[in-house]
């Protein structure tokens, strides 16, 4: 077996487990249940993204697509802290919290 | 010809405009007796016309004129014939002693400055529209005697009255303005003339022309408001809301007579036909009797002269539509004589109004003594509106009933019953001077001599004009006779009948039964008024009704198409993008859908799939932070869906934006207390759905017909060629940034900086609204 | 938010941000990056710091108000534009200075001012928008 | 001088992410990255730390080994089916004193086995440490206090 | 580029998308917030890691590499920093540890007062 | 490939537009973004797919084809323009919900209150 | 100290930046050019014998072509950078807007003396760059928009405290001025979108620049529907990009003259829905109405008199111009769209008690008229919708400036109100008289001219859509006539009643007396504009001398 099939191979598992793994992080997003699972799933999302940026940048051998995931890297964790943040602020606003029939427990 | 070149009259005509800009100040200056300086500008405009009478006379039609609009064909022009100068004359002359009049009527008066401007205005634009060879020049002259008559209307702003007339007057005659500005335009189009003169060269090309009705409806349309024929007469009885030198000059004399103007101007061109005559001899006899008999019901003077100015102008409509010799020839000398003894009276009205404080029939009497000089000129103006002899109106109905009888019965009747008519309210106009005074509010004196020069020197002029009939027919009548009916008319004209011919019997019944009824004046004036007050409907609660009518559907209208409602907004705009992206498809054919390439690497899939995901969580999703994460994840998404197709700068973009897109969401929602649930009820749901999907389904399909289509990729290759080489950048999207398409990203950063101030304002302009 | 971890490392992470903004910046001539994308890098810097030490620490740091750097940007863009003016070619055209320093070529150009431009652009709005929405409690 | 230092390390990640260690570059680097430390200048008074290189060098790799030890423990959790676990939020009381040290430690808990900062108590004093699987909170908290913090003082406090 | 490189890299990729798919595992199945944070954070971080190691592998260009590693190490230094304000920010609000906790040390602090944020 | 990416597209519009056809203001915001994305996605498929090199010169040595750069560059422009633009009305939505006190836009009358009937004397 | 000296460094350097990109440049030197060499292979043989740049000379005059661009945005930037110089802003403006008029003034004068001129931005020859291209439409269009927008800053003074000052008003305004400047005058349709959002994010700070309810109210329906606008003109434009491959309007008519691809009937009815929705017309009007009353006086103006002209010169110039054949099968459909709006326009101020709604609507009434005349399709009919676009453009800012100037000088902002100013103030009422008749169309003002070239362009047409067409104008104007003789009647000759505050003595602001004495001096001299716009109509319909300008023989 030579090496480039082998990779090719080796990509082609990649690709699969990481969409698998979209998939799986996209299911946390659709129950929750709380908003902070939410999030956390948004926060692997993203580094899953950086992992697929790298994979894609070997099944192609653009290696331009690293500066991508340094960027993800860098500002990913952007989000992550302003919708932390939005959590925070829902503890001060609690009079009128989601009506969003999943129960205030768990959405919280 | 006049002594001077004609083409001087361009300018001189415009005078007038010129004294208006100056009336306030000069009134300013000098009070009312502004009036006497700037009656100097008709007065001169009138002996400037004269000097063409020779020549008309003759038989000479003068056309000059400059470009206006050239690219439109549009010029500035004057055409000097019989008709346009005898107008002139009116205009100019009338004009002269109204002034006069008004410096001393409107003594005390607020604002007469104003008035004198608004006067004058009004008589340079219906010096315009007279003397016009230009159809556009007539039309913006006819149009500016419909908004100077608007203006000076409502002169007497404070009183509601007042107020409506000018409305009632601008919207009947701004409508018919409409009328005759479509009728003029398809005169151009059909005939490609764009004068007077031209059309009047080649009488038939209307006539005979594709588009005669519509144009000859539209022309009487004009006239007929204008001219306040049935049922358009309304405005005018009211408009006598106006100061008295304005009804008499306007709504008399000369801007009335503007309708019957263009009828005479066009009658070459569009008479002599059925259509022509019909209409205008039925709506001309209908305005006739109308007048008199709503005339006669009157007790206000200046309501008498305003409804026998509008049976005046109905009998000219008449006249002009029976148009044998006799008929036209008539209605030139009943013009002339009406616009000379109408204007008086109207001026006697006023002149009695200012000296007793009231204009009613039935309290005023005992002038005779008082107000001797008045007395005379009413007596000569009444004995022309009469018909009786040695006066032109006279001579006019002698003419008249001669051009009628001579063409049917039935005009012959309505002409008799309202000359009839006439004659009784001729009489009942010299009530004042005899009858027994009732209760004046004022004691009356003489008027100044500012007041009763207009009336004598008119009715003297009616005296002379019939006692020197030959020039008076030889310099004006048949020049003007001439024009109308577009050749030499055959007429044999005298002061005095020779013999019992068919019109003196007529005249001679008019008399008898004139002066019969006049006995029974009283009965009968109270016999209409119970029979109208039965009736309850007139054109003039017509009028209100329309425009109620009009207000309210635009209201109703309104609410319809401009409810207020985003929600209803939004859809019909998404409505509107579905037909846009469907119709065109549906009539003109739908792509085939071979051809569009291979399929994906299955890991593309999960990345769409993915993405698709992202959306309808976003839609589903009962939270807003669900929505949000949600829409983050879509938007990676479509980041790693650039970057599969080979764009690492959109994704790598697309990865910012939306980091940052979830920050300002999460930053925003921190402080709006909101939720993301649908409050949609299931069928309104359902509908947005239908609208959603049908646009998506078009977008889709747009898009797959665009793909079918052979890629032109000369740009492409054009940047991928030069960026590195001229533009020295290797990375071409960007080097298509910053070089082949600087001027976007210019633009685009205009945009950026923009936002950055506005949501800056948005955010801080609150601050201090709620501190 | 007011966390000893977050606190620390804030700075930090903001100063790399906007250094790498500045690599990106420079080198979106010939690898993916640009003025946009520094631009949207930096502004990602600030708010990051905006969040951890609040919006004054963020306007003493960046000395003048954002929009005004959103202003300068504009006219350094437009200016550069001008420029070929006096080269006598149309508006926005690439001026190319490439002198040969010690054997290595120096790309100069108005085109790179003008890159720099859209970069003070889009750091400016943007660090506006966010700290303006950060400061409207 | 501590100033520097950070500027000389963003100057290396300047030469890292350029991809060139050339001199000029990483002057070039070198200013830029004083230019960025400008604008967080009002905080770097509290940084007089780090001192020692080759101590930070000996963390990361430690780091390096932890990370992957932690993942793999993770993959165990997760694969395995049916394991107990006893999480539990364990009060970590902190030798290190300074924000940075703090930091770093908090960071570096985060990314090894079994272990996530979650706070720190307003005195500095106390690490607030979820444990995904603590039967034993001391014996984590010792664990931490071997590995990780003893390195840190050590960078740190040469 | 020998194969010794390929294979590397190919094994390399493996493994990042191994740990990738153990931390997505982990958020779906562990109990509560706290625990399917280490998941995240740990196997999350050290997948996209491994894999942006394959890639320099796989490049073997010094610019590439260095790249490469920058974003691993970007990426370490923040992703432990939004772990911990998730985490705190959860517990602040009241997310409560799963039963399973045998201990909760932040219960136990005597003013639970909520922090300015 | 085209096909699935235009049905992408199609869900992509169907979706942002059924988000603004709802009243409330945080949907049609949402709706907002993902209208944006779908025509972003519009025009880079417009501009043809392929699986290809960045065009990136000196990148794609041996490629067999270079994506299309002019889309990408227009597609930049247009994701920066519609970010500012969204930016504000996010702010602007913020704002008027808190002066307005509704979320409903169908409730905001304020500029269009009911109309009066207009005058009928003179 | 260290930090301040490595400012200074980092300036230096940063003028030769190239330190960083010199190692690669040098070292893939040799790679790039053999890339090139590739790729210069592949380019079809028609792009490989095209200069990539233009060799010839830019002229000077060319400049005059861009300048009403460049400046107003530079003045944009600059009045931001000086923000803290709340007293030099007016007069930055004044002056950015003096200079940008005189350019265009100078623009006009050329274009009309030569024909088309074109300036490819970056001297790339087209159509690979963007260009600006300025016919006689362009040109004309720029003029009167130059100059309302330095009128307009005379009013402003009077209308922006210095809250407005200081939060952007003229940042916001000469940015306003450019993207419309932009609009009118580039070639190529992506920028076109680009100027279009320009003009898009400086009207929503102009709107919301008084914070107050009201006006955000008006901003959210203004906001969104305006996004949906411009977002759908977007997707036309990357669908013609998609279709055709190529942006630039020249190259676009020629490769659109002979081209019946199925989708370019779909792109043509999204432009001229986008168009149509930016202009206002019915049923896409909603957002107008809705917002137009809410902002400030002079942003109202501004608004009316040139935000929805740009609609109408797009459809004219993209859909006249350019889809031909393909555009011509809506054109029925605009001029029923166009007698719709007109009357419903007309209506819906009739409707109204609201003196700044009223005028509202009537905007939306002159789009009608404007797009009767371009579904007519003809030369008269396009010169008729040009010459309407201009007179509209100056009698709609004028009717917005005298309603706020009446409303300064006695609370007269609605029909319900007596302002009295008829005794009080002839002037002003004589002002507010000048527009509302020109606004009708009756003579002699500047409404006359287009009305009557109009009605002959409809009259010129056989079938029945030209009477429609003739009945949308007659019926509209008529119903104006009423709306403007009622307000004239209710607010301006009753007199104030008793108790009301004395009415002011403020001057007329002479911005007011400037756009007036245009409409008058139009409607007395019209061959200034209707010269001009038969110019620009013809090149609409035989556009072979833009084309032959911008993209020269090939
Ligand atoms: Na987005
Ligand atoms: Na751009």
Known sequence: MSGQLFLTGALIVTFLVLSLAFVLIVIRIVKGPSLSDRILALDLLIAVAIGYIAAFGISTGYSIYVDIAIALGLVGFLSTIALARFVLSRRTKSDDEDTTGEGVKADV | MPPFPADLMLYASLLPFAAAFIAPWLVGRMGHNAGWVLAGVPALLFVLFAAFLPGVAAGTVTTYGIDWAPGLSVRYAHLIDGLSLTFALLITGIG????????????????????????????????????????????????????????????????????????????????????????????????????????????????DGPAYTAIALLIMLAAFTKSAQVPFHSWLPNAMEAPTPVSAYLHSATMVKAGVFVLMRFSPNLGDTALWSIMLTGFGGATFLTGVILGIRQTDLKQILAYTTVASLGLLVMLTGVGTDYAIAGAVLYLVAHALFKGGLFMVAGAIDHETGTRDVRVLGGLLGKMPVTFVAAFLACLSMAGLPPFIGFVAKEVLYNGVYEAAWLPTIVSLIGNTLMFTIACVLLMPFFAKPGALPKSPHEAPPSLWLGPIVLSVIGLFSALFLGSTLSAVVLPMANAVAGGPVDTNIHLWPAGLKPPVVLTLITVGSGVALFFVYGRVRDGIAGLLTAIGWGPDKGFDQAVRGLVGASWRVTNFVQPGHMKLYVSVVFLAVALALWLPPIFGGFPSLGGTGALAAPYHFAVLAIAVAGVIIVIVSKSRIVAIVSLGIQGTMVALIFMLYGAPDLSFTQFMVETLSVVILALVMTRLDLDAVDHRPRPVAMKDAAVAIACGAGFSLMLLSIVQIPFNNTLSEFFLTYAYDIAHGKNVVNVILVDFRALDTLGEIAVVMGAGIAILALIRLRARVSA | MNTLIFRTVAPYISALMVLFSIFVLLRGHNEPGGGFIGGLIAASAIAIYGIAYGVRAVRQAIYIHPNVLAGVGLVMAALAGFASFFAGKPFLTGLWYLPTVSGVKLPISNVLVFDVGVYFVVVGSVAAIALSLEESD | MATIFINILLSLAWAAITGSFSFINLLFGFVLGGLSLTLIRAQLDSMNHFRRFFGSVRLALTFLIELIKSSVNVALIVLSPGRTLRPAIIAYPLDVTTPAEITLLANLITLTPGTLSMDVSDDNKTLYVHAIDAPNPDEIIADIKHSFEGQIRRVFHP | MSDLFLYLTGILCMIGAFFVLVAAIGILKLDDLYMRMHAASKAGTLGSGVLLVALAVFAGESDVVLRAIAAFVFFLLTAPVSAHLLARAAYTIGYKPCDATHMDALADREQMAPKSH | MEIILAVVVGIFFAGGIYLMLSARLVRILLGVAIFGNAVNLLIFTGGRLVEAAPPVIGRAEGAAQVANPLPQALILTAIVISFSIFAFLLVLAFRAYQSLDTDDVDEMRLAEPPLNKPPLHY | MMYISTIIGALGLFLSTGTVLAAQTASEAAGGAAADQAAAETVPGATATVDPLLTVATPLAAWLAALPIALPLLGAGLTLVLRNLPRWQAPMALIVLGLTALTAVGLSAVVEATGPIMMAMGNWTPPFGIVIAVDSLGALLVLVTSLVGLIGIGYARLDVGDEGVKYGFYSFYLLLICGVNGAFSTGDIFNLYVWFEVFLISSFGLMILGGTNIQLDGAVKYGVLNLIATTVFLIAVGATYGATGTLNMADLQRVLADNDAAPLLTIAALFVLAFAMKAAAFPLHFWLPASYHTPKVIVSAIFAGLLTKVGVYSLMRIVVMLFGADGAVYMPLIVILGVLTAVLGAMGALAQVDLKRLAAFLVVSGIGVMMIGIGLGTQQGLTGAIVYTVHSILVMTGLFLILGMCDRLSQGGSLLQAGGLYSARGFAAALFLVFGFSTAGLPPFSGFWPKFILVEASLAVEGSIAILGVLGIIISGFITTIVIGRAWALVFLTPQPAGAPAVSAEPVNPAVIILAGFVVGLGLFPAFVVDPAINGAAGLLNPSAYVTEVLGGR
Do not use: C, N, W
């Open chain 2, 96 to 207: 002269t002693l109204i002034v006069i009049y008004a410096g001393g009527y409107l003594k005390g008066y607020a604002h007469q400055g104003r008035f004198m401007m608004f006067l004058l205005l009004f008589m340079g634009a219906m010096l315009g529209l007279v003397i016009a060879d230009d159809l556009i020049t007539l039309f913006v002259f006819y149009e500016l005697t419909s908004i100077t008559s608007f203006l000076l209307i409502g002169f007497d702003h404070k009183r509601e009255a007042a107020r409506r007339a000018a409305v009632q007057a601008l919207v009947i005659t701004g409508g018919g303005g409409l009328a005759l500005l479509a009728g003029l335009i398809l005169m151009r189009v059909v005939s490609g003339e764009t004068s007077v003169s031209g059309l009047l060269a080649m009488p038939d090309v209307l006539r």
